[in-house]
């Protein structure tokens, strides 16, 4: 009987699959030093700046005061933080020195998302997706510019100053019940 018990326990052991949890994979920024908190307080974000994209309960998408459908928030997204026109209701640009590139003019925006409590995983998760394509194809578009490949065919170097020239600023709010206040 414990013979027959053993094997059947190795067959299920050896036949079922776990599970593995799945999530976003985000690398979060190291913590800032006493000065760079201090930098931050006395330095304001201008309003210009800053795209708000929101998802209601009903999962119902508003970027930049316009309501969008989600397939519409990557050119958005990325027509915001490269302010072709030079719009003054989108984010300035400031020239900056990428060690080993030269000067390049970098995006000051920033992706504010927020969320109702009762978004939907999916909903949200589409619309993070979203956001990080945006920036992808940016970084893409970068490096085929200056270097010639795709940004992941890039040297580790070459990654990283594009890293610097096209930056992943995406904030997340706490989520909030809009039916409450």
Known sequence: MADITFLMLIFFLVTTTMDQDTGLSRRLPPMPTESQQQDAVNQRINRRNIIVVKIN??????????????????????????????????????????????????????????????????????????????????????????????YLNLDEEQQRITRDAIPSNISEAEPVEVGKR
């Not at 997204?77 to 209701?89: A, C, G, H, Q, R």
């Not at 640009?93 to 920033?110: Q, R």
């Not at 999916?122 to 200056?146: C, G, M, T």
């Open 57 to 150: 309960s009903r999962n119902s998408l508003m970027a930049g005061g316009q309501v969008l459908d989600v397939s519409q928030l990557k050119d958005v997204i990325k027509d915001f933080l490269t302010n072709p026109t030079d719009s003054p209701n989108k984010p300035e640009k400031e020239v900056k020195a990428i060690e080993g590139f030269g000067n390049y003019p970098v995006s000051k925006g920033v992706i504010s998302l927020q969320n109702d409590r009762g978004t939907s995983y999916n909903a949200y998760i589409k619309v993070q997706n979203e956001l990080v394509r945006a920036i992808s194809e940016l970084r893409d578009d970068f490096a085929l510019a200056h270097f010639g490949k795709r």
